[in-house]
Nanobody
């Protein structure tokens, strides 16, 4: 079992920045993948960024060059630095972690970007 707690969402104007944090607890030594998804109103949940195979990172084309994924190992935390935010980035952001075939999700944190 893995528990994920997100924080750092909020409201910003276009061009602003936010950093999302996801703290993992539980069976964290078994986590094989970890990252972020987002879901805008009326749209499907979509992947944003993720660690794969430990240190490799993948990003959605829409956020490349603007979002940066990193880890704070001592705190079992994954960070998503979001710069140059756009109104289309407005969504609920969810942290996810995978252990084998199981996926775990946080409760989500809202990001709202105004133009």
């Amino acid at each position: 079992q893995v528990q994920l707690v997100e924080s750092g969402g909020g409201s910003v104007q276009a061009g602003g920045s936010l950093t999302l944090s996801c703290a993992a607890s539980g069976t964290i030594h078994s986590i094989t993948r970890m990252g972020w998804y987002r879901q805008a109103p009326g749209k499907q949940r979509e992947p944003v960024a993720a660690f794969t195979s430990g240190v490799d990172k993948v990003y959605a084309d829409s956020v490349k060059g603007r979002f940066t994924l990193s880890r704070a190992y001592a705190k079992n935390t994954v960070l998503l630095q979001m710069n140059d935010l756009k109104p289309e980035d407005t969504a609920a952001y969810y942290c996810t972690a995978g252990l084998g075939s199981e996926d775990y999700w946080g409760q989500g944190t809202q990001v709202t970007v105004s133009s």
